[in-house]
């Protein structure tokens, strides 16, 4: 080859590569599998080694920024890092402040300290210091699951490796954000699309020299495990951590009223531009930890803080067309295809419109000029359209009267709650056979809070599914991977890895497993509810006869279940009545390994029990008592049956009814200081 042709080979090989980074980084949908990429981003190397005349801008040795590694080793958090619930108005704020006043029986005349701490868009982390030794740093993973990623954290210069403090607890777990700030993200030439993903994606390179390409900071605002504690409020805590060396956020503050609350988040909201890094809210967490523990968690939040988040931002761009999506439960959502534009780093190109009314509402037309809005991790979407640049060629959007993908005429339900018809078109689907919705349910069946199949993406299911491979859930098991052989980045190694993370996706937790199914209104929180109450998968599956059987009793019982109303009784209803849903589950049944529903496994008198509180009590609410029982093991249940063990009652209106039942049914009927005795 002479010095033109190898040239022109490179270029190819650039050309190809950024193809790659741009769906990777912008799109965040890779086209080719991690092996493929890693070659060819060799050969592109080697070339450059071999021939030192080329170069060129966009090659891997001069952009910061690969495509981050799968492959770290999964280490269990010792305590879950869990997420939070968020807060878009003071509305929000004010019930938040509500819940926990009434979850603690507090009077109006006891006062509550939050912590109020900047949330910095960034990346947590998890630092595990032995006698002040840095001995492992863990990315937060899906909460429970963590990654190894100590050595990427160790090239952080905000975090120290050693603290030698005599107040510095024999064991911590100091838990933080990692970020890059605005002006060092502006300075480096790389491939990730944002700072918060030039965080993530740096932080997560198999060779860490990648990582300390990039000048990560580290803010410490939390702790996971510590022993001994010895701090009783976080902002005692953020103090000391400031004084054993970490970096901590100089906005901390302390607010008790929602005045205060209010005016900081102004006046911090205010200043957000000329910060340093990207903020998205404050985060409000009660500062003493007592009250903290005594408020729990409920599913993946706590509830003693919540995400105070500042409002979104926002870009101008044009309609092209407006296309309907047909979702997994059968919403057809309108979505703007618009001129991309960058908003917060990223590139955005499609925005939800939401619905029929919202485009009436808003009147928005095909090549209107529009307002588009983007917040966090939420899909885009159009707020108002510039009326000023609306031109003769704007077109009218009519909404279809049939379901783009089966043809079958649309409906909005009626909403027995608000008493009108719903904003949302729905697909009826009523034989369970419409394309779009089996494969978004695929699509839900594989993602990470359900199968969490690694490698299986979007892009591959519609793939499997143009080639008529796969339709339902576990058709996906007997699937034939070799046919991967021909498609474009697909080798042995890859197809290996694929066919290894179905393997170990048939392993699963039945709550996991009845989210996976994807029936409508049974989100993660009710599969939770539902998989705590049948503790095996078998007896679930019973759900099925005893709802076609529609016996009465059964039907009391489950919406006896806290969490369970009428809407997913009807909803499990009519998908336990379709014959090839019953098929799709006890197939599932039949080739994955459902572990049984755990409860804790911790020995206390109560484990295992099932408790049933009736009337009001006065030294702890009984949410309270509810959540304490549930923590020690106890399962609470709504009505009275002979399995019931005790009935607790509070002096205040207990129901008579109940202590009926329960004195003819020989259940232990227990008073509010015998309980609190017993679970002391
Ligand atoms: S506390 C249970 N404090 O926000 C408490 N989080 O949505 C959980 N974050 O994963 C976190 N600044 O990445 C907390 N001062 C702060 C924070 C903060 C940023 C991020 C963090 C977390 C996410 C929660």
């Known amino acids: 080859m002479n010095k033109k042709e190898i040239e022109k080979n490179y270029l190819k090989k650039i050309d190809e590569i950024k193809k790659y980074n741009k769906a990777y980084f912008e799109k965040d949908d890779p086209l080719v599998s991690d092996k493929y990429y890693d070659d060819i981003k060799q050969e592109i190397l ?37 997420s939070l619930s968020n807060a878009f108005s003071v509305i929000n704020i004010k019930d938040f402040i509500k819940k926990i006043r009434n979850f603690l029986n507090f009077k109006n005349s006891e ?15 998890s630092l595990k210091y032995k006698d002040g030794i840095f001995v492992l740093g863990l990315s937060r993973g899906d909460g429970k699951i963590g990654e190894d990623i100590t050595n990427n954290l160790k090239t952080i210069s905000d975090i120290p490796k050693t603290i030698k403090k005599k107040n510095f607890p024999e064991n911590l777990e100091v838990r933080g954000e990692v970020y890059i700030s605005k002006s060092d993200f502006k300075k480096i030439n790389k491939q990730f699309a944002n700072p918060r993903n030039a965080a993530g994606g ?125 979702g997994r439960t059968g919403a057809l959502t309108p979505v703007a295809k618009i001129d991309p534009i960058t908003i917060g780093g990223v590139v955005v190109s499609n925005a939800t419109l939401h619905n029929e009314d ?30 000023l640049k609306r031109d003769k060629n704007s077109k009218k959007f009519i909404f279809p009267q049939k379901c783009p993908s089966c043809g079958s005429k649309t409906i ?36 990470k809070d359900a199968l969490n199949i690694e490698g299986l993406g979007k892009k591959l299911i519609d793939n499997f599914w143009n080639k008529k491979l796969i339709k339902y859930p576990h058709d996906i098991f007997s699937l034939d991977l070799s046919i991967l052989n021909t498609l474009d980045g697909w080798g042995e190694k890859s197809i290996d890895n694929l066919k290894n993370s179905i393997i170990k996706s048939k392993q699963i937790s039945l709550d996991r497993f009845i989210f996976s199914l994807g029936i409508r209104h049974i989100g993660e929180e009710n599969a939770k509810v539902l998989a705590k109450h049948f503790l095996v998968a078998k007896q679930f599956f019973e759900l099925a006869k005893n709802l076609n059987d529609a016996k009465q009793k059964y039907l009391e019982e489950l919406k006896a279940i806290d969490g369970i109303g009428n809407s997913q009784i009807e909803s499990l209803k009519k998908f336990f009545s379709n014959n090839q849903n019953l098929k799709v589950v006890s197939k ?70 109940k202590i009926n039942e329960a004195k003819n049914l020989n259940i232990k009927i227990i008073n509010e200081d015998d309980w609190n005795k017993i679970i002391n």
């Open 46 to 82: 080697q070339l450059e080694k071999k021939h030192k005349f080329l170069k060129n801008k966009d090659s891997p040795s001069k952009k910061i920024g690969y495509k981050p590694s799968g492959k770290f080793k999964k280490i269990n958090h010792e305590i879950p890092m869990l």
């Open 111 to 125: 006062k509550i300290i939050f912590s109020a701490e900047p949330k910095i868009d960034g990346i947590s982390a």
């Open 202 to 326: 740096s932080l997560r390179q198999k060779d860490y020299k990648e990582t300390s390409k990039i000048p990560l900071k580290f803010i410490a605002y939390g702790f996971g495990l510590a022993d001994p504690m010895n701090f009783k409020r976080q902002s005692e805590f953020l103090k000391l951590l400031k004084s054993w060396g970490f970096k901590t956020n100089p906005l901390n503050s302390l607010v008790s009223s929602l005045e205060e609350i209010e005016s900081n988040h102004r006046i911090i909201e205010k200043k957000r531009s000329e910060i340093d890094y990207d903020l998205d809210g404050l985060v409000y967490k009660i500062d003493d930890l007592k009250l903290q523990t005594r408020l729990g968690y409920v599913s993946n939040y706590p509830r003693w803080a919540i995400a105070h988040k500042f409002s979104a931002e926002k870009g101008f761009s044009k309609i092209k067309n407006i296309e309907i999506q047909v």
């Open 358 to 387: 919202e485009i009436n509402r808003k009147d928005i037309r095909i090549n209107d000029t529009v307002c588009i809005q983007r917040a966090g991790d939420v899909i885009p979407q159009v707020l108002s359209v510039d009326l």
């Open 412 to 447: 909005k339900e009626f909403n027995i709650n608000t008493k009108k018809k719903d904003a949302v078109t729905r697909c009826p689907d009523t034989n369970f056979d419409c394309k779009d919705i089996l494969k978004e349910k695929l699509k839900h069946f594989v993602s």
């Open 588 to 657: 599932l049944i039949d080739v994955l390994n459902i572990k049984d529903y755990k409860f804790i496994s911790k020995k206390t008198p109560i484990s295992g029990k099932l408790i049933m509180f009736t009337g009001g009590f006065v030294d702890k609410s009984r949410s309270e008592l509810k959540s304490l029982a549930e923590s020690l093991g106890a399962k609470i249940v709504s009505n009275v049956s002979k399995k019931t063990d005790f009935l607790i009652t509070g002096s205040h209106k207990p129901t008579t009814r």
